[in-house]
Each structure stands twice: as structure tokens, then as C-alpha cells.
């Protein structure tokens, strides 16, 4: 039996994840039907974008919609799905972190709809190739996500939900703590004067190269090396940075740890 | 005055930064004259692509040359440079850390020409966007230089010492620990047997965003939303990973503090 796809679609939340995904759905031909926020101001300019309706009262929630979406804080999510008043209906929640059990109260179908990627505003993504994350409450439903997340994305991964935590947490360094890096190197170049953009190829380099690599394959750097003078010259710059320089020697020590675990591996 | 053209080189030194200057030269349409490296290995596999001659003798150095380009450790170019055979000649090293007097004793014309680019054996490079940082004992070697730099790259930039060792600091944080925190995110995954495969997206996307942004304008996650649940969720996850857990109680400090610092200054 084919699945059938879904067409219509209320987003709940209206943040930066729900009008990125609103985008994605209008881009893959999907009618939204409705914009619910407690922020009435966000729902009616996610409304505006989606040509459809909107409201920041959940009783007021429209029924018929082949898909619930709910894109709101972790925190959020078990208050909706409580509240939420169609039962049965099929709802997902985006997040990286909650089960989907979460969503239990809104019914027997449910599930996970966890896009990878950071959604800044005002920043346009190129949706095709976000992984999607996805788990359902049944094999049905899960081939409705997959059917749906087929339509924006070629990348489509069926995770659980101990691999989505963990994900996450991989997440939070990938991108999180990297752009911190961006940031740290930022400021200490600052303090010379030196322009940030003088780093930008660099930047761009060091993602590239991990494309077709493994990041332990292509390390580089005074800490690889054990280049200690380095390392301690670096110190010695840093001292006007007290927390950088924490950083510093406890990712110093880290890469060599790899370094020395790869070593024994190899014996 | 037209500044004569650099066409003759000789390197000294046969790793990864002498390799990729090598390549970028002959692409510049330079000619090299001969290859030293205390490895013969090492100096005969650059000599062939460089269609030259080589040595491990640095007294063995030929007379003539345009520029010797010294891409050797930090520790080996005093060394080189003591032993240097053609006093006057111009001479430059690559290092990001080091002071240019440290070739006073080559004679009075010295430089630096440091390439600001991650360098991996068998990962080819475009030169074209590569920032050089340079640096000469007079007017006239430096804009020598910047006529030689300007034939490989757009992206040229008169840098001092003091500028420079900030800038080999910054880049270990842009460049050598943000692809440690990839490394750290493969780790975390393989944990779950999940592919790194997953995160290349958000990787690319993280880096993409700076091109255009300052980092600290455009930083997500759970510690810019202060989002403490996550995060002790996050660090229970980590709990087999104690290295880890410790550098993510550090960052997340950082970037918060970043964030109270700016509100302030906002203020």
C-alpha cells in the first residue's frame, strides 16, 4: 500500500527552527494551514510568510491537518502536547534532546521530525541536503515522516532516541563550540587590531578538508606536534586571557591523549 | 622604481609548508633551483615535482637565487640560518612564531612570507585566497614580497611580530582546535555507532555562516539560550568521557561569559 503523503501542515512555534522548516515545506509545494505562538507578534510574521492564519491560544488549534508540528523549547513541548485538543492526530516535535514520548498525551501517533543543522534567522539555508532525523510511534507513521522529509531533504536517517541525545551532544561541538573557537580567535585578534576576515580562509579550509577526511586524519598544529615551545609561547600570549588559557591546555591535552590512543591502537 | 620580479628560488626544507609553497610558485610559473632538507627522502620526492636538483647539505646550497625560502621547524631555522653559505643574499622563513632577526645572520636582507592555511599532505589547495603575512628588514625587500605573494594570492597583509604571534594564536583556536572539536563529535558518535557522515552538513553550514557574520552575532546552542537542562543532560551523557566533559563545562562558560559581556556593554 503506498503512503499517503502530507499535504497540510499547522506549525506550533515560531522560532527559528518552525520558519525554516515553514520555508522548507512551502518550497516542497506543503500548505500550511495555521501559526500558533504564545508570542503573538512571531506567529503572525511566521502567518505572513506561510500565507495562513494564526493564533497564541492552543484550544484554537485547527483540526484536519495531516501534520502537527510543534518547534518550541524543549520545556515547552510536554505543555502543548498536554493541552494540545485534537487526539489522534499525528504530531512530532523537532528536538535533539526529549523523547517522543513526550507526545503521548496528544494520542497514539506521534514522533520525531530532528533536523541537524543550525538555524540562525535572516541566514537562507539550502535545504536539500539537512539530515533529518526521524522516529514515529509506528512503522505507518514513520514512513508518512520519511515520505515528507524525502519531499526537502536526500538525507534521511531513522535514529532512536539514546543516538539523538548523543547526536546532540556531538552537535553541540560540531557547531556550537566551534563557532566559539571562531569567536575566541575573534577576540584575541582584536586586541591586536587584526580584521577577523584575514581568518576566514582558514576557517573555510579546516571544514573543507573534513569532507573527505576524518578529523583525527588531518589535525594539525603546535599540540599534534608536541611542539612545546610553541605551546608555551602561546601561553605566555594568552595571559591577558585567563579563561582562554584554560581552554587552551585542557584541548592541548586532549588532542595529545588522541594522539596517544591512536598510537596504541596501532601496536 | 619597478620592484624587480622574485624568479628564482631555492627551499630549504621539504614538508608540508615547502611542499604547498613549492606548488604554488610553479603554478606562479617561479622556477626552483634546488631542494635542502636534512631528510634526502623528503628532499628527493620535492626535488621531482619541482623538476630540480637537492641536497641535505646546507653547504651544498647554491649561489644565485632570487629568494631562499627557509620552511623548516622552528627550532631548525636558526640552525639553517647560522649555517646559511651566501651572506646578503635574501632570505625569508614561514614561521608564525618566530622573529625575522633570527635571520640577521644571513646577511641584511631577510623576510618573512607566512602563509596563513592549514597544510595537509596530499589535500591540494587554492592558493588564490591564501592570506600571506609578511614582514622585511627594508622597504624595498618587502615590497620584493609583496610582488612575489601577490603572483600567488590576492590576499596580502603587512604584519608585525607582535601581530603575527597573535594571529598563529588565533588560528591554533580557529583552525587546529576547531577541528579537534570535530574529533571530539566523531568520537561521541562512534560511541553510538553513528557516521560522521551526519554531521558533515552542519559542519559545512557552521562555517559557511562566518563568511558573511562575526562569529559572536551568530552563536546557537544550549549555553547562548542559558538552556541549563540540556546542558546537564548533555554533561550525563558525557559521562563516559571525562575529557570531554570537562572541555564542555569550559566552553559553555566561555561563550556565557561572552554573552554577559556583551549585554554590559550594551549597557
Known sequence: METKSIDNIIIIGAGNVATHLSKAFL?????ILQVISKTTESAKELASICNCSYTNNLQDIKAGADLYLIAASDKAIKEIASAFPHKGSLTVHTSGSMPMELLKSTGSNYGIFYPLQTFTKDIPLNYDNIPFCLEASSEEKLEKLKKLA???SNNLYEINYEQRQMLHVAAVFACNF???MYSIANNILQKDKLSFEILRPL???TAKKVKSSYPNEVQTGPAVRNDKETIDKHMEKLNMFEDYQKIYTFITESIQKEIDSKKRDNN
Chains 1, 2 share one sequence.
Open 27 to 31: 518550497k516542497a509545494n506543503k500548505k
Open 150 to 152: 524525502g519531499e526537502i
Open 178 to 180: 566551534t563557532n566559539h
Open 203 to 205: 576557517i573555510e579550509e
